[in-house]
């Protein structure tokens, strides 16, 4: 195993859902799906920031805090804030024993009051850090300030009772493809090949060659000696030797792949994006802005590829809206993170527990659907945070809730739903969707072109143009 392959999810997971699964799909560690989290948090839509344009100190960092292996935040860095003082500020003492996840190596003044809050592990993504060492971007302060921030880092680090990592583990054979195949898969594309015939796989790809584009010039380091140069800096030179170090970048690019793959799967293609429902187009109704539902259905993609369902894989995660904007400071503005859970057999369970036969089976017996915890179920289980009735709180799913949920998620208070409806009215013996299209007092945001505007279809040509078509 090499050095930044820590065994540290062997170490963690006890309690956690079956993570002795072995199932017939690749899931995502539970390590690589609070790292990816956290580079998704990064990338959180803000008017304020524009993340493009942005070459100056701090850089943009995004945040999971981890307690007993369930996320009890999600955070990125504001204009004023740092990603490590936003937690604090938002978690205060309850940070003792978590494990926080950041997008880069936070500066000494975050490590210092993390530490001292006490908490178990932090883990980083071994790219360019808060306080950035690339030359370029640190010459407008100074290079010297940042070197000395790297080397009080250090200090802090080795005197610490945290342990301060680089968390990074192999994806699962075939997790990349898998993350592919089911992207064109999902309902979002689907949705979007029923409504434009002339949609193909190529367009999806041009997409993410788009993505990938701008998230490998946010997340990795094109220069192989200024990687080194930067790892060396930031403590990590055993990181700097083969074959070490070409398995970690490696293992990073396939990350942002993936990354690039499951954004790709919510194209804001020909106007589509979430709008009422049909039946509910008269309402009047502060919706959340697109960028930011996108955002949260994509973290929902995320979460779903550590389903223990090896037909189908669903996220769900709920978010809120505080009201005052007084208490603001973190990066996703008014917004913040409630719960998220994926489909799983119950917590503690061991995979030869259940069954895991789906209707095909004729023995209703040997089929999962009694015992199997459907992913908004597992969100508003684990949330960290009441659903308060004077606040507009938000869940976002992958698949359409079904007959089971609805009731749930309207008597948790929950007043949005953000969903694919590919299954809407679909009747089987042990699970249907009929009860979603019915719903009252609650709005349904589904994925659909904008009944409102005529679509212009001027970025649906770019794109075919892109993809030479
Ligand atoms: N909003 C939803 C909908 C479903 N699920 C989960 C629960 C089960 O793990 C699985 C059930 O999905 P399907 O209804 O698609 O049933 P099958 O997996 O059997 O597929 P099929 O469509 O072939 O019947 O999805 C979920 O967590 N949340």
Redesign the pocket.
Request: proline share 3%.
């Given at each position: 195993m090499s050095k930044w392959q820590s065994n540290a999810e062997s170490r963690c997971s006890t309690g956690t859902q079956t993570d002795s699964m072995q199932g017939q799909v690749p899931r995502l560690s539970k390590v690589n799906l609070f790292t990816l989290l956290s580079l998704w948090m990064e990338m959180f839509p803000s008017e304020k920031y524009d993340l493009i344009k942005r070459k100056s100190q701090p850089k943009r960092t995004g945040l999971v805090v981890v307690l007993n292996m369930k996320i009890v935040g999600l955070h990125c860095s504001s204009e004023e804030l740092h990603a490590g003082q936003i937690a604090v500020i938002k978690h205060g003492s309850k940070l003792k024993d978590c494990d926080l996840y950041f997008s880069r190596k936070p500066c000494s003044a975050c490590l210092k009051m993390i530490v001292n809050a006490g908490v178990n592990r932090i883990s980083y993504w071994p790219s360019d850090p808060e306080i950035s060492l690339q030359k370029e971007i640190s010459e407008h302060t100074s290079n010297g300030d940042a070197k000395l921030d790297a080397k009080a880092v250090e200090r802090l680090k080795s005197n610490s009772r945290a342990h301060v990592c680089v968390l990074l583990q192999p994806l699962a054979c075939n997790m990349v493809q898998f993350v592919e195949e089911t992207s064109l898969k999902c309902d979002f594309i689907q949705k979007i090949e029923r409504k434009q015939p002339d949609f193909s796989s190529r367009i999806f790809y041009a997409y993410r060659q788009e993505k990938m584009k701008e998230y490998e010039a946010h997340l990795l380091i094109s220069s192989e000696e200024t990687h080194k140069e930067i790892l060396r800096l930031m403590g990590l030179e055993n990181l700097c030797e083969n074959p070490y170090f070409i398995s970690l970048r490696q293992n990073m690019k396939e990350l942002v792949l993936i990354l690039a793959t499951v954004a790709s799967s919510v194209p804001s293609h020909c106007g589509f994006g979430f709008y009422l429902s049909e039946s509910q187009q008269i309402k009047k109704q502060q919706s959340l802005i697109q960028e930011i539902a996108l955002h949260c259905i994509i973290q929902a993609r995320i979460l779903a590829y550590r389903a223990e369902?090896h037909?189908?894989g669903?996220g769900a995660v709920i978010w809120a809206e505080r009201k005052s904007v007084a208490a603001d400071c973190d990066g996703t503005g008014s917004m913040y993170f409630l719960g998220c859970g994926y489909?799983a057999f119950p917590v503690g369970s061991e995979y030869a527990d259940f069954p895991h036969m789906?209707?095909k089976q004729k023995d209703r017996e040997i089929r999962?659907f009694r015992y199997?915890i459907?992913?908004?179920q597992n969100a508003i289980t684990f949330r960290c945070h009441e659903i308060k009735p004077e606040e507009k709180t938000m869940i976002f799913?992958t698949?359409?809730?079904?007959d089971e949920?609805v009731p749930l998620i309207k008597g948790a208070g929950i007043q949005q739903i953000y969903a694919g409806d590919m299954?809407i009215g679909k009747k089987?013996a042990d699970?249907s969707y009929m009860k979603f299209e019915e719903l009252t007092g609650v709005s349904r945001y589904t994925w659909q072109q904008n009944p409102q505007n005529e679509y212009n279809d001027t970025r649906a040509n770019s794109m075919n143009q892109h993809d030479g078509t």
């Amino acid at each position: 195993m090499s050095k930044w392959q820590s065994n540290a999810e062997s170490r963690c997971s006890t309690g956690t859902q079956t993570d002795s699964m072995q199932g017939q799909v690749p899931r995502l560690s539970k390590v690589n799906l609070f790292t990816l989290l956290s580079l998704w948090m990064e990338m959180f839509p803000s008017e304020k920031y524009d993340l493009i344009k942005r070459k100056s100190q701090p850089k943009r960092t995004g945040l999971v805090v981890v307690l007993n292996m369930k996320i009890v935040g999600l955070h990125c860095s504001s204009e004023e804030l740092h990603a490590g003082q936003i937690a604090v500020i938002k978690h205060g003492s309850k940070l003792k024993d978590c494990d926080l996840y950041f997008s880069r190596k936070p500066c000494s003044a975050c490590l210092k009051m993390i530490v001292n809050a006490g908490v178990n592990r932090i883990s980083y993504w071994p790219s360019d850090p808060e306080i950035s060492l690339q030359k370029e971007i640190s010459e407008h302060t100074s290079n010297g300030d940042a070197k000395l921030d790297a080397k009080a880092v250090e200090r802090l680090k080795s005197n610490s009772r945290a342990h301060v990592c680089v968390l990074l583990q192999p994806l699962a054979c075939n997790m990349v493809q898998f993350v592919e195949e089911t992207s064109l898969k999902c309902d979002f594309i689907q949705k979007i090949e029923r409504k434009q015939p002339d949609f193909s796989s190529r367009i999806f790809y041009a997409y993410r060659q788009e993505k990938m584009k701008e998230y490998e010039a946010h997340l990795l380091i094109s220069s192989e000696e200024t990687h080194k140069e930067i790892l060396r800096l930031m403590g990590l030179e055993n990181l700097c030797e083969n074959p070490y170090f070409i398995s970690l970048r490696q293992n990073m690019k396939e990350l942002v792949l993936i990354l690039a793959t499951v954004a790709s799967s919510v194209p804001s293609h020909c106007g589509f994006g979430f709008y009422l429902s049909e039946s509910q187009q008269i309402k009047k109704q502060q919706s959340l802005i697109q960028e930011i539902a996108l955002h949260c259905i994509i973290q929902a993609r995320i979460l779903a590829y550590r389903a223990e369902d090896h037909k189908i894989g669903v996220g769900a995660v709920i978010w809120a809206e505080r009201k005052s904007v007084a208490a603001d400071c973190d990066g996703t503005g008014s917004m913040y993170f409630l719960g998220c859970g994926y489909n799983a057999f119950p917590v503690g369970s061991e995979y030869a527990d259940f069954p895991h036969m789906d209707d095909k089976q004729k023995d209703r017996e040997i089929r999962k659907f009694r015992y199997i915890i459907h992913a908004e179920q597992n969100a508003i289980t684990f949330r960290c945070h009441e659903i308060k009735p004077e606040e507009k709180t938000m869940i976002f799913v992958t698949k359409c809730p079904c007959d089971e949920c609805v009731p749930l998620i309207k008597g948790a208070g929950i007043q949005q739903i953000y969903a694919g409806d590919m299954d809407i009215g679909k009747k089987k013996a042990d699970i249907s969707y009929m009860k979603f299209e019915e719903l009252t007092g609650v709005s349904r945001y589904t994925w659909q072109q904008n009944p409102q505007n005529e679509y212009n279809d001027t970025r649906a040509n770019s794109m075919n143009q892109h993809d030479g078509t």
